[in-house]
DNA sequence: AATCCGGGGTC
DNA sequence: GACCCAGGATT
């Protein structure tokens, strides 16, 4: 690549000089780094931060992480989204604890056999945490490298991210490793912005961007459009008897595979079939606000019911509202429910 | 190569 | 509403 040497020498001097003070910057321990790196993924620092010192606390090392109950670290993650992070994140410290002593493996390809490791974080964490010659591409890096280059490959593609992992890790500076990975990122995320406001007037490589030369830099990246998501309308419940909130475990596998919900049916089942099929006695039902709450690939359109009961079933666990609150992992699609249902329970 | 898997910020 | 994101596993 033209300038290269250049480019990275600027790119770790801004870097050195800018970079953010995150709590897991904070740190040379790779199981920290390693943790840091799982959160955020296609997470922002913003959400991650009040996860991360918390989830130390609980699992302050790999062998605390591989002996802590799911159920525990499912509420640690609880809101953060994508939970099979958590479940590989765990797995992949038993085997640490099995195989390599408690001590992450300082080898990317040791690294990328480990449950939820793809070349992304194989690449983080050698980078900073060992400092090995392996670059750390995600859409940071890609929307970056595009620009600089003017690069109309599109970004979507495998082969093209593949193209520059060998290149970025060809160019990782000897002894700065951790800092090329993450000057690269810190880039993306604070100067060269998505969409309509990249900030090329503060951008210390800018006398090398070919987007910006040619007065194109919203041109790039380069991506194909993404699928559009899918609708589902469900009828949600909030049901109560004698200050006893139902509880329903999703499924293990699927979409928030095993954590906990209010308890929902499909829009065309009728409420009072629904309900004595879970063997309900009908109290009186009252209307909620209704709820849209948007995931990758679906949208989910939910009516929702606040339902006093004669009866508890034992499909479903009969919870206080602060049992709930303290040990239950509740995705965000039920939040504003679970909010409303608690203060009409008030009354 | 396509699909599945959350959630929140920004414009 | 549209777009984006410090991705990886599965098929």
């Known amino acids: 690549m033209k300038d290269s040497k250049d480019i990275v020498k600027e790119l770790i001097q801004?870097?050195?000089e800018n970079a953010r003070d995150l709590p897991w910057r904070r740190?040379?321990?790779?199981?920290?780094?390693?943790?840091?790196?799982?959160?955020?993924?296609?997470?922002r620092v913003e959400a991650v931060k009040p996860y991360f010192q918390r989830f130390l606390q609980t699992c302050p090392t790999i062998e605390a992480l591989a002996n802590t109950e799911e159920d525990t670290l499912l509420k640690l993650w609880e809101g953060l989204g994508y939970y099979s992070r958590v479940r590989n994140l765990q797995k992949a410290a038993k085997t640490v604890v099995d195989e390599y002593g408690g001590a992450l493996p300082q080898d990317y390809h040791a690294l990328r056999k480990l449950k939820g490791i793809g070349p992304y974080t194989a690449g983080a964490i050698a980078s900073i945490a060992f400092s090995l010659p392996y670059a750390a591409v995600d859409g940071n890096v890609l929307r970056v490298m595009s620009r600089l280059t003017a690069d109309e490959r599109d970004i979507t593609?495998?082969?093209?991210?593949?193209?520059?992992?060998?290149?970025?890790?060809?160019m990782m500076p000897t002894g700065d490793e951790g800092n090329f990975t993450q000057g690269l990122m810190e880039l993306g995320a604070t100067v060269c912005l998505p969409n309509g406001n990249p900030k090329c007037e503060i951008c210390p490589v800018r006398k090398y961007c070919q987007a910006y030369r040619k007065n194109a830099v919203l041109q790039f990246p380069v991506k194909s459009p993404k699928k559009e998501r899918t609708k589902e309308y469900l009828s949600v419940f909030f049901l109560v008897h004698r200050k006893k909130i139902a509880l329903q475990k999703r499924d293990g596998k699927g979409l928030l595979s095993g954590l906990w919900q209010l308890p929902n049916c499909n829009q065309e089942k009728a409420l009072p079939v629904a309900l004595s099929e879970w063997g309900i006695l009908s109290g009186n039902i009252k209307d909620m606000k209704a709820q849209k709450h948007i995931f990758t690939h679906i949208e989910w359109h939910m009516s929702c019911y606040f339902v006093e009961v004669e009866n508890e079933n034992k499909d479903f666990l009969w919870l206080s509202k602060e049992t709930v609150e303290n040990e239950?992992?509740?995705p965000s699609a039920f939040k504003k429910i679970w909010q409303e249902g608690c203060s009409l329970l008030e009354d």
């Not at 593609?157 to 060809?170: C, H, I, P, Q, R």
């Open 157 to 170: 593609l495998a082969s093209t991210k593949g193209a520059w992992e060998e290149e970025l890790s060809s």
């Open 27 to 43: 740190t040379k321990n790779p199981y920290h780094i390693w943790l840091s790196e799982i959160m955020l993924q296609q997470t």
């Open 14 to 16: 801004w870097y050195k």
């Open 328 to 330: 239950y992992a509740l």
